[in-house]
């Protein structure tokens, strides 16, 4: 005898607001003939969906050098430091596809490094996201420092405020419970860490389904 066997979708689920942007303004610059058409870095981390622009004669490079002169270049939702569009506004037709709450921390990191804080940016140094945030901040006022680091053995710089900031897709607990730690620890810490809504939401939901499903599938790259 089959046992029956249910398949649940969390909710939400699938890409958010920001990554379907991005997906639009490259699907719209393909359907204008905007081409050669690059964009820098993975626009969304889907393997379906990158080969899928690829087949469509979309080119992903790493830097824009790699991009000839007069080529339309897409800056993906994970943003690009103000080096990149300097190096790249003067030969290409730039496409800012970044997503609006990245810029956000963007802005926030920025203003914080002229102010004189210690920007602590919790996040993974490789990803580009995090990249780009960096190089919003002058030389040596930035730390990245990630979510499942020992922060026992931190000590702040006297007399100057620290801003503590995330990228914008770590877990909602890590990012929380770092905040809270740190903040408890040191009274110059000012908490503007946080995850974007549709990181916690999704990450909610994937808890809820948890406790009703004896196996789950998470679709991605």
Not at 11 to 23: Q, T
Not at 91 to 99: G, N, P, Q, S, V
Not at 174 to 188: E, I, Q, R, T
Not at 201 to 218: G, H, N, P, S, T
Request: proline share 5%; charged share 20%; with cysteine.
């Amino acid at each position: 005898m089959t046992q029956d066997r249910h398949l649940f979708l969390a909710e939400p689920h699938g890409f958010c607001n920001g990554v379907r942007r991005a997906l639009d303004m490259v699907e719209n610059a393909l359907a204008a003939g905007k081409s050669p058409l690059y964009v820098l870095h993975e626009i969304v981390h889907n393997n379906f969906v990158v080969q899928d622009l690829r087949a469509k004669g979309v080119l992903f490079v790493n830097d824009p050098d790699e991009v000839p002169d007069g080529a339309f270049l897409v800056v993906s939702a994970h943003g690009a430091s103000p080096a990149v569009y300097k190096k790249a506004s003067p030969r290409l037709h730039i496409i800012d596809a970044t997503c609006p709450l990245v810029r956000k921390v963007q802005l926030a990191a920025e203003a914080a490094s002229q102010n004189g804080e210690r920007v602590l940016l919790l996040g993974h140094a490789d990803h580009p996201e995090v990249a780009g945030i960096v190089g919003h901040c002058i030389p040596g006022t930035i730390d990245v420092l990630s979510p499942d680091t020992d922060w026992t053995d931190f000590v702040p710089e006297e007399n100057r405020g620290i801003c503590l900031l995330s990228q914008t897709t770590l877990n909602a607990d890590d990012v929380a419970a770092a905040g809270k730690l740190l903040a408890g620890k040191f009274s110059s810490v000012r908490n503007g860490a946080e995850v974007c809504y549709a990181t916690r939401d999704r990450q909610r939901a994937v808890r809820c389904l948890a406790k009703q499903v004896e196996y789950m599938f998470i679709l991605g790259s």
